[in-house]
Every structure is written in structure tokens, then in C-alpha cells.
């Protein structure tokens, strides 16, 4: 039967159908019954049946993709996605707050009272959802913080999430930050779902909302029961004019998206500890997980202030919950040896379900704790779970000790190569010295010099690196560049088309940066930042590898512990082999120009980075800058001789225009470089 409806009524039934969605998920004050909603569905889909070059993206009808994906596409973030830092107790909140009193004290600014945006911390997945034009056009994880997993399809299938902005005014780009959950309601209506169909049954929320947006066949993510709160937003052209985070999730939820009902604007430590207990007494009774509360400063122009430090803002913290902690029995002890050799006691535990989540393993930490702790075979102990954080021993129950229980003594060769471990002076782990040639190390080595912060070779997982290196196909970094179509080929699950891709990426991974290149390496105590400082300011590999402990201890934010530590691998001469096989295989980046200092055109010169760039990254503009001698900061103040302000510059621009900073554009920049 063909409808008689115009395209008008059409846009109008979509429109009203999409207004409820709003009232339902978003303000929780549905306007319609579930069955008069179904009955004016079920036209919608039969007009698009008769009539389907109407349908329009934003339709209802839009959400579930009807074919599943081959594999997640890579994203990288506009703007990162940032951890948060911690606190766990009364004091530490009020050190917190006391240290974010005395930032903006220095930074002239004056006030009473610190009021904070308080919200409660959801144990889900977060994810960044790209509007453009007021349409939905992309999702995706987390991932590192820089990079995430394109899952789009699977985002538009959750029902509070809308495909289009409300309203007519919205900005031409609108990133959201947010978490995705499933509700404790629907978590247990899907695990009764799931055993009478005989489908995997999820442990908790968190892994069941974390799985259903990992489905490659969004037809299956449309049948979990999820939902999506709103805390912040990413890139956002043109910039708000807003002064507080907020007014931007006030602003957030005015235009569709979910914004959590518990939310609340405190004031001082005082009114942060307020907000963590009442959440607390709440959160037995609430329909979603939540592992504790979280601090924002609530003005927008003191967060820019705060700034950041490493990847977390100095302006926010999260306030943990208690540990949840069960006890079960030590059926076994062993050790595991980690990337740089260190040995760490592992107890095998009788299962056991903690805060959600069966647990199977706990870390014993080292020598020293295992002996603190006394932790044998047969022991009942304390196991406490917090987060993500690896589960771990906290004590034994000596009343339940059976007898005839051994003290459990670490071994003296490493389990894996045999190699006799050794002590470092002033360090609690015994480490296997064997390097490389031991294949433990060697396999975590590997992953960590192909990891996506490292020489980011596509195709090589895990799973792989261990084939290789059982297989004897490779026993350092470098054998890497030289393996075979017919090698590749050969391994387990590797077609030819597999074995070509992946000798494709490891090609391909020759072209980096000399920060990656060290960064690669896996030297102790060397993360990206430090990696980033040794090729800025030495600038050369022989140098780098030349510098003494003086020489690296002048340089920025490197100390004597890490100093050691690059002198003593740049001095083993198996390392010196393998950097030298590393690049004879091709390996190669740009070279770094060397500059006298007293030549640096921006020596000493402090320079903030802010809005879109087009002509440099963001990661490039720093590094150019760094190497022109300026110290590059986040945040803008007295002490700013340069804004470099791309599109759309949003408040760090005004304040630089109100402080009479120079303002410079990325042309600036270029011409310095080619000096």
C-alpha cells in the first residue's frame, strides 16, 4: 500500500519523532507512550519504503548500518584525548586544591573560593563524536589519547546520541567528549538474553559496553543496550563564548546530547568532599557504574591558566572510590620477565570476582614484597582491584594458613633464557641481564619498537611478534627489515596478501623522526617526552650517544637516574650493534640543522600554541619551535613573548591580546625555518 503523505509531512514526522527521542533520553521526560512512538515509527519506515529518496541521514531509520566492516579504521584526534590524575583521600583533595589556589595566585588572579564543576566518574568507554554542519560524521575511542578506532557505525546506533543538532544555531564543527555505558537495568535483561541463546555473557558493564562498540556488525551493537553522557567538548569552530565548563555542557544539552543528571557546580575542597559523599550513598542504587567523582575547574580562562602536565590537566583530578578488595586462594606462584628484564612475581589465584571483573592473576610487585607480604602457595589472601590497575596481592589471612605451606624464594636464572638475574644497587627487582637474546624481553621489546608511538609499523600485533620470534625468524629490532614474503607467508593465519601488507608497513616504517627512532629503542626511564628533549637539543645520534652523564643532566627535565640509564645503554655494545644494523636497513629521519644558541632566533623565548594549524602539526610546530631554542608552554601569561594562534584561536588568544602579547601566525613560523 502506497502512503499518501508529502515530503513535507514526511520531514515533519521525522522531526517528531527525533524531538521525543530528545525528551526521553536527554531530559528523561518522555512526552509520548512506547507504543504511540512504535506506531508512528513503523509509518516513518513505510513512507521511506514507498518514497526512498526522501530518507535523510538524520532519519531514525539511518541508525544501523546493514552490512558489517571488514576492520576499525585508525583515528587520529583533533585534539587529544587526556588522562586525569588522582586522588584517593581527604588530604589529597585538599593538597589539590590548595596547589591549584597557589598556580593562580602567582598567575595574579584573584579569588575566595575555587568553584569546581563536580561530576560522577562512569566506568564505561570514552569517546569523541564529530558533528559538521550539525550532522554526525564521526566517532571514535579513545585509543592512546592520540589516536583511537573509527566506530561511527556502532555510534549511531545508541538511542541518546542524536544523528543532527537541535536547533538551527550550531557550530560548523562540534566535537564531544563523553562515555558510553551500559546500564546495570540492561546489563542484566541482555546476560539473560545472552544465556538462553547460548551468546558470551559479559562479566560487568563496562566490558559489555567496551564489547558492543568493538562489533564489527553494527546490527549487533543495535541490540545492546547502551547510552552516552556528554562531559566535555574537543574541537568546537567557530569557538564558544562561554566562561565555564558549565555553561558548555548546559550548552551541550540544549543541543541534544545527554549531559549526566548528577552533575553539580561546588565550591572549594570543602564542597568537592560534599559532592564525593553524597555520590557515594547514591551509588549502590544508581543504573550505571561509576568508580568514583570528578573535578573540573569551573572557569574556562583558569583552566588555560593551569594548564597541563605530561597528558593530564593540572585544573581537574578524579576522586577515587575505595579499592574493592575479595579474598580467594594462592594456587600457584611464577614469575613473568618484562621488557627491560625485570622479574615481578605473579600469584595464580583461584578465580574470583571483584568489583565485577573474575580475576585470575595478581602482581606480587618484587622480591622485597613478596617477602614483606609473606605470600605463599596456599595461602588465603586480600586481593584488591581499583580501575584499570592491575589487581594485586594486599595481604594473607594468617589465621586460614594451612600447614606445611614453603616460602616462596625467587629464582636465581631467568625463567625464559636462563640467564643468572641480577640486583641493581638501590633497585627492589632482579633483572635477567641476557637483553635482546633473552626471548621474553625480545618479544616485549619488539612490540615496543613497532608500538604506534614508536616506528608505528602497521600490521604487527602482538600475536605476531611472537610468531616471529618463535618461529627464529627474528632475534633483534633490525631482523625486521629483512624478512621475507615467503617467511611471513608461512606463519600461522598469514596469507600472501597479509604477508605483503605487513612488509609493506615495516618499509614504510623507515621514514620517521629521530625522537621516535630513540623513543623506539625501549631505553629504561625514556618515555616520549624525554625522547623528544634528546633529539631537540643534541639534535644528532652520534651526540646523543656521546653525551655523558653532565652533558644529559644540563639538558631539560632530565635527572641523574635517567641519565645513568641512556649512558649505560648507549655503552653496552649490543645495543651499539643493533642501531647500527637498524640503520644500515634504511632506517633514516630528517636531519636536524645545528645552530649555534647565541644564533637561535627564539632562544629562550617562551611561545603558546593555540586554534586549528594547517600548515605544521601541532607535534610538528612544537618541535620546530623547540629546535628554533623557544620553551613551548600550554598555557598563556605574563611570561609569553609569542601566541601562535591557527583557526579559530578560542581564549588563550583573547587573554594574549589582553596581556599585549605578540600575536603571530603560522607564515611566521615557516619563515624562521627557512632562515
Known amino acids: 500500500m502506497t502512503t499518501q503523505f508529502t515530503r513535507a509531512e514526511y520531514q515533519k514526522l521525522k522531526q517528531l519523532l527525533n524531538e521525543q527521542a530528545y525528551y526521553y533520553y536527554v531530559l528523561d521526560e518522555p512526552q509520548m507512550a512506547d507504543a504511540e512512538y512504535d506506531q508512528l515509527y513503523r509509518?516513518?519506515?513505510q513512507i521511506e519504503h514507498d518514497q526512498p529518496s526522501w530518507v535523510d541521514l538524520d532519519s531514525p531509520s539511518q541508525r544501523v548500518a546493514d552490512q558489517p566492516l571488514s576492520k576499525f579504521q585508525?583515528?587520529?584526534?583533533?585534539?587529544?584525548?587526556?588522562?586525569?590524575?588522582?586522588?584517593?583521600?581527604?588530604?589529597?583533595?585538599?593538597?589539590?586544591v590548595t596547589r591549584i589556589g597557589s598556580l593562580l595566585s602567582k598567575a595574579n588572579q584573584s579569588f575566595k573560593t575555587i568553584e569546581f564543576s563536580a561530576e560522577p566518574k562512569l566506568d564505561g568507554l570514552a569517546v569523541s563524536i564529530r558533528y559538521e554542519k550539525g550532522q554526525l560524521v564521526q566517532a571514535a575511542t579513545r585509543g592512546d589519547g592520540a589516536t583511537g578506532?573509527?566506530?561511527?557505525?556502532?555510534?549511531?546506533?545508541?538511542?541518546?546520541?542524536?544523528?543532527?543538532?537541535?536547533?538551527?544555531?550550531?557550530?560548523?564543527?562540534?566535537?564531544?567528549?563523553?562515555e558510553v555505558v551500559m546500564p546495570r537495568d540492561g546489563f542484566s535483561q541482555y546476560n539473560e538474553w545472552a544465556l538462553?541463546?547460548?551468546?558470551?555473557?559479559?562479566?560487568?558493564?563496562?566490558?559489555?559496553?567496551?564489547?558492543?562498540?568493538?562489533?564489527?556488525?553494527?546490527?549487533?551493537?543495535a541490540k545492546r543496550p547502551l547510552a552516552f553522557y556528554t562531559y566535555s567538548v574537543g574541537v568546537v569552530e567557530p569557538a564558544h563564548g562561554f566562561t565555564t565548563h558549565s555553561e558548555v555542557l548546559a550548552w551541550v544539552k540544549s543541543l541534544g546530547l545527554p549531559v549526566n543528571q548528577l552533575n553539580q557546580?561546588?565550591?572549594?575542597?570543602?564542597?568537592?568532599?560534599?559532592?564525593?559523599?553524597?555520590?557515594?550513598?547514591?551509588?549502590?542504587?544508581?543504573?550505571?557504574?561509576?568508580?568514583?567523582v570528578v573535578y573540573k575547574v569551573n572557569d574556562l580562562v583558569w583552566q588555560e591558566?593551569?594548564?597541563?602536565?605530561?597528558?593530564?590537566?593540572?585544573?581537574?583530578?578524579?576522586?577515587?572510590?575505595?579499592?574493592?578488595?575479595?579474598?580467594?586462594?594462592?594456587e600457584e606462584i611464577d614469575v613473568q620477565v618484562g621488557r627491560t628484564g625485570s622479574i615481578t612475581p605473579v600469584a595464580r589465584l583461584k578465580p574470583v570476582n571483584v568489583g565485577g571483573v573474575t580475576v585470575t592473576n595478581a602482581?606480587?610487585?618484587?622480591?622485597?614484597?613478596?617477602?614483606?607480604?609473606?605470600?605463599?602457595?596456599?595461602?588465603?589472601?586480600?586481593?584488591?582491584?581499583?580501575?584499570?590497575?592491575?589487581?594485586?596481592?594486599?595481604?594473607?589471612?594468617?589465621?586460614?594458613?594451612p600447614h606445611g605451606t614453603q616460602v616462596f624464594k625467587m629464582p636465581n636464572q631467568c625463567p625464559v633464557c636462563d640467564t643468572r638475574l641480577v640486583r641493581i644497587e638501590g633497585e627492589a627487582v632482579l633483572r635477567c641481564s641476557a637483553g635482546l637474546s633473552c626471548d621474553a624481553q625480545l618479544k616485549e621489546g619488539i612490540k615496543h619498537f613497532a608500538s604506534r608511538k614508536g616506528m608505528d609499523i602497521d600490521g604487527l600485533g602482538d600475536k605476531l611478534v611472537e610468531q616471529l620470534v618463535d618461529a627464529g625468524l627474528i632475534k633483534n629490532p633490525a631482523d625486521l627489515y629483512h624478512l621475507t614474503e615467503s617467511q611471513v607467508?608461512?606463519?600461522?593465519?598469514?596469507?600472501?596478501?597479509?604477508?605483503?601488507?605487513?612488509?609493506a608497513g615495516i618499509d614504510q616504517s623507515k621514514q620517521t623522526t629521530l625522537a621516535r627512532f630513540i623513543y623506539s629503542l625501549g631505553i629504561r626511564e625514556v618515555g616520549e617526552a624525554t625522547a623528544l628533549t634528546l633529539a631537540v637539543q643534541l639534535k644528532r645520534l652520534p651526540d646523543i650517544i656521546a653525551a655523558d652523564e653532565e652533558a644529559l643532566q644540563n639538558l631539560p627535565d632530565i635527572g641523574a637516574v635517567v641519565a645513568k640509564k641512556i649512558t649505560s645503554y648507549f655503552a653496552e655494545p649490543n645495543n651499539q650493534m643493533v642501531i647500527e644494523q637498524l640503520q644500515a636497513a634504511g632506517i633514516t629521519w630528517p636531519v636536524i640543522e645545528i645552530i649555534e644558541a647565541t644564533d637561535l632566533p627564539l632562544q629562550d623565548q617562551v611561545v603558546v600554541l593555540t586554534g586549528k594549524l594547517t600548515m605544521f602539526t601541532r607535534s610538528d610546530a612544537k618541535t620546530q619551535l623547540q629546535q628554533l631554542g623557544a620553551k613551548v608552554t600550554s598555557s598563556v601569561s605574563a611570561k609569553t613573548d609569542y601566541v601562535l594562534a591557527g583557526e579559530s584561536a578560542g581564549s588563550k588568544l583573547v587573554k594574549a591580546q589582553k596581556l599585549n602579547i605578540a600575536v603571530v601566525d603560522e607564515q611566521w613560523l615557516q619563515d624562521l625555518t627557512q632562515r
Open 74 to 96: 585508525q583515528v587520529k584526534h583533533a585534539m587529544p584525548m587526556l588522562s586525569l590524575g588522582n586522588v584517593f583521600k581527604v588530604d589529597e583533595l585538599t593538597d589539590f
Open 149 to 178: 578506532e573509527d566506530i561511527t557505525a556502532n555510534i549511531k546506533t545508541i538511542g541518546s546520541i542524536p544523528l543532527s543538532l537541535r536547533g538551527e544555531s550550531h557550530p560548523d564543527v562540534f566535537e564531544v567528549r563523553g
Open 305 to 330: 591558566l593551569l594548564g597541563f602536565v605530561t597528558k593530564a590537566p593540572r585544573w581537574a583530578t578524579a576522586h577515587k572510590f575505595p579499592a574493592e578488595e575479595a579474598t580467594t586462594i594462592v
Open 489 to 503: 607467508s608461512g606463519l600461522e593465519r598469514m596469507a600472501q596478501k597479509s604477508a605483503q601488507n605487513l612488509l
Open 265 to 292: 557546580v561546588v565550591k572549594g575542597a570543602t564542597g568537592c568532599s560534599a559532592f564525593y559523599e553524597r555520590v557515594g550513598q547514591q551509588r549502590d542504587t544508581l543504573n550505571f557504574d561509576i568508580d568514583g
Open 43 to 45: 509509518r516513518l519506515l
Open 363 to 401: 602482581t606480587l610487585h618484587n622480591e622485597d614484597e613478596i617477602k614483606r607480604k609473606d605470600v605463599r602457595v596456599g595461602d588465603t589472601v586480600f586481593v584488591r582491584r581499583a580501575g584499570d590497575v592491575i589487581p594485586e596481592v594486599v595481604k594473607v589471612v594468617g589465621s586460614k594458613r
Open 196 to 221: 538462553q541463546n547460548d551468546e558470551k555473557v559479559f562479566a560487568n558493564p563496562r566490558n559489555a559496553a567496551a564489547g558492543s562498540l568493538r562489533q564489527l556488525d553494527p546490527r549487533k551493537t
